[in-house]
C-alpha cells in the first residue's frame, strides 16, 4: 500500500482529549460544565444507537448530558416546547435533534432545527451558523465536515494553497466542506450530479473529499498521485458491510494519505460533536 492510513480512532482520541481538556479548563475557571441535551423523537433503532454513542461520549468526558425521548406521535409544537425548555435551561450549552425525524414531522425540519438557539445549535445546521461560516465569522460548524478539517491539520496535511476537490454538495456536508476549506486558503471546486467531465476536475485534486453516498465512486484513475483522500462516504452494502465513497482497494495504491471506512472520519464526528458543546459553553459565557 502507497499511501499512508488516516484512521480515525487516533485523530478522535486526539479531539476528545482536547475537548475533555479544554471542559476542565472551563469548569476551572468558571464552575460550568458543558452540557448537551439530544432529542430523539420516535423509535428508529439507528438513531437510538447514535444517540447512546453521543451519551456516552458526554459521560467520559464528563460533561452533563441529557437524552430527551419523545414518542412516534409527539406534535410539532410538543417537539418546539421541549426545544424552547432546552433554550432557557442554563445547564445546557448545546441542543441536538436526531434526524431523520418522524415522516410526519419530515415537512418541519427547517422549522424544528430553527428553532433552536443558533448559541446552542451544536449540529451547525441554523442559518446563523451557516451564514457566520460562509461570512468567516467564529460559527458552530457541522461536525463531520469540521472533523475533517480537524484530521487534516493533526495529520499535518497542508490546506493553504492547495487544490482541494469535494464531491457532493449538500448542507450537512459538501458545502460546509467547502466554506471549511476556503477560509483556510485552498482553492476549491465542489462537484454534484450536474458536473461535467469529473474525473478531470478530480484528478487535479491535492485533497479530494468525497461526500457521495454511492459506493466505490471515486475510483484510481479519478485521483492524482500522492493526493489526500478523504472519505466521508458510509454506505451498507450488506448487513454486516459498510463500505465508502471511494475505491479504497484500488485508490490506496495512487493516494499519498486516505481515510479507510468503516475507521475514518466516521470516528471523528462525534468527538467533534463533544469540542462543539465546549464552544457553544464558551461562547454563552462569553456573550
Ligand atoms: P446527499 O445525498 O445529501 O448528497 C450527495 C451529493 O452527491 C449530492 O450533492 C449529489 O449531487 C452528489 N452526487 C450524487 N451522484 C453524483 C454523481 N454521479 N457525480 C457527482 N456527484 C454526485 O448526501 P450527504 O452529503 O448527506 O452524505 C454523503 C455521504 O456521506 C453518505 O454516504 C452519508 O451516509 C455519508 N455521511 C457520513 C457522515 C459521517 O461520517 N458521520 C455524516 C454525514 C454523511 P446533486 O446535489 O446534484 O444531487
Known sequence: MAAKLLEGKLFAAKIREEAGRRASELKEKTGVTPGLA????????????????KHKACTELGFHSESVELPEDTTLEQLLAEIKRLNNAPEIHGILVQLPL?????????????????????????PVNVGRLVTGQKALVPCTPNGCIKMLELAGIPIEGA?????????????????LLLSRNATVTICHSR??????????????????????FVTADMVKSGATVIDVGINRIAPKKLVG????EAVKEVAGA??????????????MLMMNTVDAAEMQLNG
Open 258 to 271: 486516505i481515510t479507510p471506512v468503516p475507521g475514518g472520519v466516521g470516528l471523528l464526528t462525534i468527538a
Open 102 to 126: 418522524p415522516k410526519a414531522l419530515q415537512k418541519y425540519e427547517s422549522e424544528v432545527l430553527e428553532a433552536i438557539s443558533p448559541l446552542k445549535d451544536v449540529d451547525g445546521f441554523h
Open 195 to 216: 458536473t461535467k467531465n469529473l474525473a478531470e476536475v478530480t484528478s487535479k485534486a491535492d485533497i479530494l473529499v468525497a461526500a457521495v453516498g454511492k459506493p466505490g
Open 163 to 179: 487544490n482541494a476537490v469535494v464531491i457532493g454538495r449538500s448542507n450537512i456536508v459538501g458545502k460546509p466542506m467547502l466554506n
Open 38 to 53: 439530544v432529542i430523539i423523537v420516535g423509535e428508529n433503532p439507528a438513531s437510538q444507537v447514535y444517540v447512546r454513542n
Open 245 to 248: 465513497d471511494v475505491d479504497f
